[in-house]
């Protein structure tokens, strides 16, 4: 597509349900990125996909969060048995590998864990 | 994780005035990058400059890249009330170019 599509844009949820939130890239942009942005914060990374090379998970706080993509088309992040402190707008990114890394950045997902 | 520093915090302005932002980082880099934040949602790309430029202009934005200081300065002039956003700086690391170094952003306010 023309842009970085991520849905739902806004998903409310009780605690300890399990959410996925999805990532629809730029074609063509074997890069993807998964960030965490809690209200009036900067951008905490979460995951790196490039390509087939295994992904840089680094950044996943516990191991209720985790990531799949297939290829190089969508991504889904996976929280499972949410909790409120995981209330936060999550952002996908995608970018040409290779080049200046230059971000095209989705809309985001925010979640609210009541 | 290591993370670009910007600064002021909040910015408050009004309309017509420049706005100036800084951010500094700490490692070797390739080039650094601004993006622009409305309302909690998407970044969108502003300009990039790599290092071994030290000024770049885009419209009403001027970058400048003082390697030697590590720090970068955004420079909007005459800002209009429609440039009120958070603005994040993000270096790509010199031999790494896979994640970015973030700041933790600027807050502008253009007041009309």
């Known amino acids: 597509g023309a842009g970085v599509s991520q849905s739902p844009s806004n998903k409310v949820t009780e605690k300890g349900k399990d959410v996925e939130l999805r990532c629809d890239p730029i074609?063509?942009?074997?890069?993807l990125y998964w960030y965490r942005q809690r209200l009036g914060q900067g951008l905490e990374f979460l995951i790196y996909?490039?390509?087939?090379?295994?992904?840089?998970k680094s950044g996943l706080p516990s191991d209720r969060f985790s990531a799949e993509r297939t290829g190089e088309s969508v991504s889904t992040l996976t929280i499972q048995r949410t909790q409120q402190e995981d209330s936060a707008v999550y952002l996908c990114?995608?970018?040409?590998?290779?080049?200046?890394?230059?971000?095209?950045f989705g809309a985001g997902s925010r979640l609210t864990v009541l | 994780s290591q993370q670009g520093e910007e600064d002021p915090q909040a910015l408050s302005i009004q309309e017509g005035e420049n706005a100036t932002m800084n951010c500094s980082y700490k490692t070797s880099i390739n080039n650094l990058q601004w993006y622009r934040q409305n309302s909690g949602r998407g970044l969108v790309h502003l300009i990039l400059i790599r290092s071994n430029e030290r000024e770049k202009h885009s419209g009403r934005l001027r970058v400048t890249l003082d390697t030697s200081k590590k720090s970068s300065s955004l420079l909007i002039t005459a800002s209009r009330a429609a440039d009120t956003a958070s603005y994040f700086c993000a270096t790509v690391q010199a031999g790494n170019n896979r994640k970015l170094i973030w700041g933790l952003g600027t807050s502008l306010a253009v007041n009309p």
């Open positions: 996909f490039q390509g087939n090379s295994a992904p840089d």
């Open positions: 990114a995608s970018s040409l590998v290779g080049g200046a890394n230059v971000l095209t």
């Open positions: 074609s063509g942009h074997t890069a």
